[in-house]
């Protein structure tokens, strides 16, 4: 982003956005009525729906999101959440996942996600529970009437805001140094370089 080099545009599936929205919705309506829908109440989830629907779409809308300004430097770390819960005048992240298949170990790879929204939450003034849930969903039958039945797993995160700020105080070095050496762990960088190198494509400016 700082760079302005973007990656090549492709097919994206749409069927997970069209989930997610989906699910907003369906959150929304019973919130309306001060109730949770059934996969959070079959798993005696006592907290309610967050109260402040005008701030909950501002933290959902890209265009403004939930934000954080860094003061010294001037850098904003924003995250777009799907829901929050509350209960005890704390703040509980709820994401949604949709999968092709149920969750079969644990979901770590989305432990930044979810300790980068708790941060923001507590640096815009909000108290968090120490935890965050992730409902994963994925398809487990299809009537004959042609609708679809989906499998919901809760699982309970830990949240860890220290790491999150750690991780934040890294990007801003990143961001305001030269771009790094590739890894040999990015898929990306070495698709890139090698396209560079075949002379396949112009080589990749960093002033677009």
């Keep these: 982003m700082v760079k302005k080099i973007k990656r090549p545009a492709g097919l994206f599936p749409s069927l997970p956005n069209g ?12 919130k309306e009525n001060g109730q949770l829908p059934l996969e959070l109440k079959r798993e005696n989830i006592t907290a309610l729906p967050f109260h402040d629907e005008k701030l909950l779409a501002r933290w959902r809308d890209y265009r403004a999101g939930l934000r954080y300004i ?8 924003m ?43 507590r640096k815009n003034g909000f108290a968090t529970e120490d935890f965050a849930y992730l409902l994963f969903y994925s398809p487990e039958d299809i009537l004959p009437s042609g609708e679809f039945i989906f499998k919901t797993q809760l699982i309970k ?49 960093t002033n677009i």
């Design 70 to 77: 860094e003061p010294v430097n001037g850098i904003t770390l």
């Design 19 to 30: 989930m997610d929205e989906t699910l907003k919705r369906r959150f929304d309506k019973h």
């Design 79 to 121: 995250g777009l959440v799907d829901t929050i819960l509350e209960e005890n005048g704390k703040l509980i992240v709820l994401d949604f996942k949709t999968r092709g298949s149920p969750l079969k170990d644990h979901p770590h790879y989305y432990q930044d996600q979810l300790n980068i929204y708790n941060f923001l939450l």
């Design 157 to 205: 995160m830990p949240i860890n805001v220290a790491n999150a700020e750690e991780l934040f105080n890294k990007a801003i070095k990143v961001v305001q140094g030269e771009i790094p050496q590739k890894s040999s762990n990015c898929q990306y960088c070495n698709w890139a370089h090698a396209v560079v190198e075949t002379n396949f494509l112009p080589p990749i400016k």
